[in-house]
């Protein structure tokens, strides 16, 4: 009888202490993640021509299909969108490309032409529009 109580506390002795180390490594593992996470985001801002809704559906797919981008939104009146990525995962050139590919002109990368032709009239761009990432709204004169 004493051999078994004996075994039986030695038995739980072990996985008491295994289930501690378990939780330590958890909790260590659990940390790292957090700080590589917070470590890395860049943002990054620049013209993309477009000119409505669907567009703006477009170039944010486009933009959010980059792994490592957590956050696209582009401005239909500036011209304009503003990234946030992981710097280890991606940079602001793939994603300058990945809208290219869709078919949009971005500051440093011209939209792919097959693309631009499959968008819809409505997303037919002028490929001479000024990206107005200012805000500003320039208008003729009436003279």
Not at 32 to 58: D, I, L, Y
Request: charged share 25%; aromatic share 4%; with cysteine.
């Amino acid at each position: 009888m004493k051999k078994v109580i004996l075994s039986v506390a030695v038995i739980a002795a072990i996985g008491f202490t295994s289930c501690k180390t378990a939780t330590k490594e958890t909790t260590k593992a659990t940390v790292e993640k957090e700080v590589s996470t917070s470590v890395a985001v860049s943002t990054a801002t620049f013209g993309v021509r477009g000119n409505c809704g669907m567009c703006k559906a477009t170039i944010e797919k486009a933009a959010n299909s980059i792994e490592g981008v957590t956050e696209a939104t582009w401005d239909k009146d500036k011209k304009k969108i503003d990234i946030s990525f992981d710097a280890a995962k991606t940079n602001a050139m793939e994603v300058h490309t990945a809208i290219a590919n869709s078919g949009y002109d971005t500051e440093k990368v011209m939209g792919n032409l097959e693309a631009y032709k499959g968008l819809p009239g409505c997303c037919q761009y002028d490929h001479a529009m000024t990206m107005n990432q200012s805000g500003d709204v320039k208008t003729k004169d009436a003279h």
